[in-house]
């Protein structure tokens, strides 16, 4: 069965920095770049990797069968697998859209969810909305594929707000990436 | 683990994502990152906000929770957030360009260096423009009447106790602090158009302070009210086009003030005597319809009528939630309804347009929106905010 | 009927203070007011006033006649006919005590509560302890005789915290000043 | 109204008394204090805290709550407070003197200057001493390996993502901070007795740094979990004496690691299996108990007994609260007890004397203290705090 394994990446992806870049550059880069291109670069995705897999144990999670694509302000609509806080959907953002005078991380965890209109999985980046005090509403706790911290981009405990100018958190959105 | 496999796995890992876009300025990794690209991929934004509007209520997170939540009175939809920290002061721009939060900070959350501000935001963006510094502001939160602005939005008045009252003039125009008057033994702030502000006093009098001159002049009424023995809750409301403040005592007495330089005050009428019973009293062992809350009532200028939460019980009660809603008209001295509520609730604020609508919230901070002709409930809200409502008044 | 009324006064002493001493140097002799005397001064009181007077009006509120003298953790305990706020007897402190690490207001509100056991009135100034996260337990608001701001010494929702180092509410005592 | 009455006013408002304190020091106002005194009034004063004590738990206020309330097992009440700000990280001086709290603060609250740091309070006075500066942290609470002290209590080891993986080391005697170690993938701080600290990462290993030469060495053990399809809970159990961490893994496996410079793991064992179930999958539309919560687990050092919160489910329901709370002999691979629980509870910690005592609580923030081996309530404790539980370790 082929199935999101980000085991070793985190750690590849990062050994190759802490060679060449410091955690603050990174930190540092990661500021710059959000001010640089507030649309977010796309994913770059291998076709051949894209090809189906058999999802079916992913669609047979207890939150994937009581999954709605209907509205986006309950703690089951499909995108939320994995997410864990309030709903920007709830505090006048949106699904992708942070509320106003709030600012979405650059970064954020991620969630392999199902949409059972198509049964296909796509990948969703949870990006929280940071700067403003807890909006409160709607609070989640979704937790298919949900890890732990050592494997930060598949934990969503963490406060996912770098590189914005507070981490005070808002709300947390669910950006859909792309086919998983 | 298989180098396109590889790629696959950093593709599918945010985190690893905002790495890459570090990545693309760094050769050795740029080749990463030349595969295709997902299509329907969404990109993250900011919403704009809406100019504030006359339906909407601003709730308040209550007692050492940081913001305030904006909610619509058609829809009971969260419409945003304006960042209020812990016992901060909310005013508006009668404009509706900016939201003024009067609130000190400490440089590290319970220690530190103290900080006392009028934080600007805009409406539209939610940005904070600038930080007015002030000398210092009294901390008590659950009141609107320590931080006002003037109808004409030229001047903010931020109350002080430390423990002398005074009160900080800031100029919102220029956006600084201009001068502290001090109005001993006075507090809540009521805004007094062309003249500056009045304030209530504990030998029972309003004082008036006249801001014009460089010293400012500070004038009192007689004495009408007993501070200590029937107070008047500091939450008045405030009529803009008729330049009324109407004010309730613990035992239910309306008393109205036509501002000016020398405000002028009606006789008080008892709510609970024009509703056919006897008025209540203070003395012990008195059972009555009160009224109480911590936001115990709310006046709708448009129509004079003044909304009040009302509970069975005897005098000193006057923090207790309401399980009534007495819808007064001020004018004809006549109860017009009687809402009784589901839930106690503690306070109540009214929009100000022609569809008046009520906000009532309770102590866990749970809200409900009544329309106000009717008191039908219209919208339920778990966890809206457990402190003060405020609306705008575009009047 | 003789009754405590403080309305003109907190205005008359502040005036004789607002022409010599501004806000801030009243804040400042607050401070050291509290570092030189940890044990705070009594109260002077005139002895012809103490004379008992009719306290039949405060004896039958509906506090005072749930009013115990037993256990000081409970929110009927006589002393506290007028306080707000969390009781430091269950924050690890005491009566008339800050739990260790915060700093007690030098500056309080005030009430006049019954003791049941001998009918008589007694002066109790509320004292908030300071600079220390709220305390959280036993949360109680009693009001007799609270009024507004514009009588702060008998208002309970002020936090009371002048001249400490940090304005942190952590909880509230009730220290008998003596015969009211 | 009279002198002497004015006089009496004033005695009776202890508001007015500070100003008369320093009236004291005002000549023209002196003889206003020249009255006599009332014999009985009390002072007000502070309390000295007790040595942190083998009985009490410290249990964290929960998301955006600050502060950590001090509970007695013996008598359930409150103890005190240690100072921590809104996702801090307490850790404690092994030898009873000091309180750690490792916290980020903005200088304006939701805004302003960010400021990292170990904050050192004494025990006794619960004062402030200093402020440790460090470069940067982790943001996320309910956690309690994110920083720890090693068993010597000279090292502070305090894990940061940014988002990156290292940890700062901070010298607790110097107080100041040393240097920053990078962790690649590995997270999850384990105290590793004259070696530094342990952790575990994403590939299923665990790395341990040994911190003695200026380059701190980390070396990995072979992979031994799968970090994403059965991973082990952070909140792993640590046995001082014995120098033994003891993790649990999603599906109920019991590993552990006899800790040194080269850590050597058990073969795992389930806990249903041990319970007479079959052991639990990771595979969906299977049933079974689960461990679960946000701190599932707790272990008592000097039996080796884990306390597991435990629920009915399916997997990937690991924050689930429990409903049960077995107890398992992991030496012996047994289960000795279940107790049942009133209410499912999020967070479980255990006191590590002879008589060991639980405290669990729920999302609420209510509280109960059990006794470790009846499981008979002793006390409840409302509004307890709704985060991490935390015990000092004498062994």
Redesign the interface.
């Known amino acids: 069965m082929k199935?999101?394994?980000?085991?070793?990446?985190?750690?590849?992806?990062?050994?190759?920095?802490?060679g060449?870049?410091s955690?603050?550059s990174?930190?540092a880069?990661?500021g710059t770049?959000l001010v640089a291109?507030?649309?977010?670069?796309?994913?770059?995705?291998?076709?051949?990797?894209a090809a189906k897999p058999d999802r079916s144990?992913e669609a047979?999670?207890?939150?994937a069968r009581e999954a709605q694509t209907k509205d986006d302000t309950k703690c089951n609509y499909w995108r939320y697998c994995a997410i864990d806080g309030s709903l920007c959907t709830?505090?006048?953002?949106?699904?992708?859209?942070?509320?106003?005078?709030?600012?979405?991380s650059?970064?954020?965890?991620?969630g392999?969810c199902i949409n059972p209109d198509d049964g296909k999985a796509y990948?969703i980046?949870y990006?929280d909305?940071c700067?403003?005090?807890?909006?409160?509403?709607c609070g989640c706790?979704n937790?298919?594929?949900?890890?732990?911290?050592?494997?930060?981009?598949?934990n969503n405990?963490?406060?996912w707000?770098?590189?914005t100018?507070?981490?005070?958190y808002?709300c947390s959105?669910a950006?859909?990436?792309?086919?998983? | 683990m298989s180098v396109t496999a590889m790629k696959r796995t950093i593709a599918l890992s945010t985190a690893a994502l905002s790495l890459l876009s570090i990545a693309l300025s760094q050769p050795a990794l740029a080749e990463d990152a030349t595969t295709a690209t997902v299509p329907e991929a969404e990109t993250s934004d900011v919403m704009k906000a809406e100019k504030p509007q006359n339906h909407w209520f601003y709730v308040n997170g209550g007692w050492n929770v940081d913001g305030t939540s904006i909610f619509d009175a058609k829809t009971g939809k969260m419409k945003g957030m304006v960042n209020t920290s812990s016992s901060a002061d909310l005013a508006f721009d009668p404009t509706g360009k900016y939201y003024y939060v009067s609130e000190t900070i400490w440089s590290k959350g319970n220690r530190g260096t103290r900080q006392d501000m009028v934080s600007v935001y805009d409406t539209a963006e939610m940005k904070l423009l600038t930080e007015i510094v002030i000398p210092d502001r009294i901390i008590v939160g659950e009141r609107k009447q320590n931080f006002i602005v003037s109808d004409d939005g030229k001047w903010g008045f931020v109350y002080n106790l430390s423990p002398a009252s005074s009160v900080n003039i800031v100029d919102l125009t220029k956006r600084k602090f201009v001068k502290t008057v001090e109005v001993p033994g006075c507090a809540t702030l009521i805004p007094n158009p062309g003249v500056g502000f009045s304030a209530l006093c504990s030998d029972g009098s309003m004082a008036t302070v006249a801001i014009a001159s460089a010293k400012p002049q500070i004038t009192r009424t007689a004495p009408f009210f007993s501070a200590t023995t029937d107070p008047i809750f500091e939450n008045f409301g405030y009529d803009k086009k008729r330049g009324l403040a109407v004010m309730l005592s613990y035992t239910g007495l309306v008393y109205t003030a036509k501002l000016g330089a020398t405000p002028t005050l009606s006789a008080p009428f008892s709510i609970q005597s024009v509703a056919g019973y006897s008025s209540a009293e203070t003395k012990p062992l008195d059972t009555a319809w009160y009224p109480g809350g911590r936001q115990p009532s709310a006046l709708h200028g448009p129509s004079g009528h003044l909304f009040v939460l009302m509970h069975l019980g005897e005098f000193w009660s006057h923090k207790q939630a309401g399980t009534e809603v007495w819808e007064i008209d001020v004018a004809a001295k006549k109860v017009v309804r009687r809402h009784v509520l589901k839930e106690p609730m503690g306070h109540i604020e009214v929009t100000q347009d022609a569809e008046p609508m009520l906000f009532l919230n309770d102590e866990k901070g749970d809200g409900v929106i009544l329309d106000a002709k009717t008191g039908e409930e219209k919208h339920k809200i778990e966890h809206a905010g457990a402190g003060i409502i405020s609306v705008t008044d575009p009047s």
Chains 1, 3 share one sequence.
Not at chain 1, 37 to 43: H, V
Not at chain 1, 90 to 104: K, L, W, Y
Not at chain 1, 143 to 154: F, G, H, K, N
């Open positions: 199935k999101f394994n980000a085991d070793a990446i985190g750690e590849t992806l990062l050994r190759k920095f802490a060449r870049t955690r603050r990174i930190l880069k990661l770049a291109a507030p649309a977010f670069p796309l994913l770059p995705v291998s076709r051949v990797e144990p047979k999670t207890a939150f709830c505090c006048g953002g949106g699904i992708h859209s942070c509320p106003a005078g709030a600012e979405p650059p970064v954020s965890w991620v392999t990948l980046a990006r909305c700067g403003k005090p807890a909006c409160g509403q706790d937790a298919d594929r949900e890890t732990q911290i050592y494997v930060p981009q598949l405990d963490i406060i707000c770098f590189g100018s507070s981490m005070q808002h959105t950006v859909l990436v792309g086919a998983a």
